[in-house]
């Protein structure tokens, strides 16, 4: 065989066990049931959203027990799960708190000095047996508060990496009204 044929063989090998591209998901902002209004000049600072190590990555993983993580088959975050679910957090605390300044701090705007600090930190982001969604964070709002610990479920129409992505969204915007209902009592 000659070496362009080789060439040739070699690389329509290598093509045909290439992979299709990955679908790409990212998240968005869940309307709130019933916005809560905010007080006049009410800020908050959200900083970046910790996540589990298992769940940083570009793949979309999830727990599905205690002690297996599995992915969706060629089904991939957009960008960084952290800075995504930041973002969406974010925008669902503007819809559901009007008249809100809400920081996200991984980006270039400073927060104003009066802003209430908010941090999140995700403990797990899965799925149960029953085919539901589940995510556990806890978080602090103000300086030297004690961490709130919420467990969060969102149905998931079938077991995909769309149905995931979906009530994943779902879930921070429930998240969004747990911490709009906490600012009220430091109004």
């Known amino acids: 065989m000659t070496r362009p044929a080789l060439t040739l063989l070699l690389l329509a090998t290598l093509g045909a066990c290439a992979t299709p591209d990955p679908t790409l998901y990212t998240l ?18 959200l900083h970046r959203i910790a996540i ?4 940083d990555r570009p793949q979309i993983v999830r727990a599905t027990d205690r002690v297996r993580v599995e992915k ?7 960008g960084a799960l952290d800075t995504l679910l930041t973002s969406a957090l974010a925008a669902d605390l503007r819809a559901t708190l009007p008249g809100a300044t809400i920081i996200d701090t991984t980006g270039p705007i400073p927060a104003p000095a009066n802003a209430i600090p ?3 930190q995700i403990t797990r982001l899965g799925t149960t047996k029953a ?6 964070a806890e978080y602090t709002l103000g300086t030297g508060q004690p961490p709130r610990t919420l467990r969060l479920h969102a149905p998931m129409a079938t077991d995909s990496a769309y149905a995931y992505a979906t009530a994943i969204d779902a879930m921070l915007g429930t998240l969004a009204t747990r911490i709009a209902q906490a600012t009220i009592p430091a109004r």
């Open 52 to 55: 589990p190590d298992y769940a």
């Open 72 to 78: 969706y088959p060629n089904a991939h975050w957009a």
């Open 131 to 136: 085919g539901a969604a589940v995510l556990i």
């Open 118 to 120: 908010l941090s999140v």
């Open 28 to 45: 968005d902002r869940v309307a709130p049931a019933s916005p809560i209004p905010a007080s006049q000049g009410e800020a908050i600072a």
